[in-house]
């Protein structure tokens, strides 16, 4: 199962935050105000426990992006869903079950090059999430099922490409959720498109 260091993710994340502003002399100028609304979505990996027990899935949502200069502030809501891996084969067990994951995100970001069109980011933010959990092991009708919300905690960064009104971005984050027990890791690999309203 593919897996990818969440600590290591965040910590980029937070020293991008820390060091490159504080290195990075020169501002983007003029400073100016862009305001966007847009759709995200993507694959989400699954990390830890989980990922022996669920496949990797998908997630969607929708965002709004408020950015002042080279800072900016980004609200995420998003669905994510896996799934269980039927193994049924000749008699063997035959498992269904899903695992769904529902909240939002409030992250800072900041844009680390002054480019006009092309712009990598980092991006670290905290939200809550609704984890909720269903496992059926068909042969012996065993069914268990949980549901709790969470705090997490979400970091990485990417690109957006603007032109005019219409803009785009790819990003990879790493997103811990803090369910009780094991905590619920995964690495979200998103795309999306945004649509300036200012």
């Given at each position: 199962m593919f897996r990818i260091s969440g600590f290591l993710v965040v910590l980029i994340a937070s020293v991008l935050?820390?060091?490159?502003?504080?290195?990075?002399?020169?501002?983007?100028?003029p400073i100016s105000m862009n305001i966007s609304v847009g759709a995200i979505g993507g694959t989400t990996i699954l990390q830890g426990d989980a990922s022996n027990v669920f496949n990797n899935g998908?997630?969607?949502?929708?965002?709004?992006?408020?950015?002042?200069?080279?800072?900016?502030?980004?609200?995420?809501?998003t669905y994510h869903k896996m799934k269980v891996p039927s193994t049924g084969a000749l008699g063997a067990t035959k498992a269904s079950g899903?695992?769904?994951?529902?909240?939002?995100?409030?992250?800072?970001?900041?844009?680390?090059l002054p480019t006009p069109i092309i712009?990598?980011?980092?991006?670290l933010g905290v939200g809550s999430f609704k984890v909720k959990s269903r496992f059926t092991d068909t042969p012996n009708t065993d069914y268990t099922e949980s549901s709790s919300t969470n705090f997490a905690i979400a970091g990485g960064g990417g690109a957006k490409l603007q032109a005019g009104k219409v803009?785009?971005?790819?990003?990879?984050?790493?997103l811990r959720i803090s369910t009780s027990g094991q905590a619920t890791k995964s690495v979200l690999v998103s795309g999306g498109?945004?649509?300036a309203l200012l």
């Open positions: 935050f820390l060091v490159v502003p504080a290195t990075y002399a020169q501002p983007m100028s998908y997630h969607l949502g929708g965002l709004a992006w408020v950015s002042f200069g080279q800072f900016g502030v980004r609200g995420d809501a899903d695992l769904k994951l529902t909240g939002f995100l409030v992250s800072g970001t900041y844009f680390l712009k990598p980011y980092a991006i803009g785009a971005f790819l990003e990879v984050r790493y498109l945004l649509f």
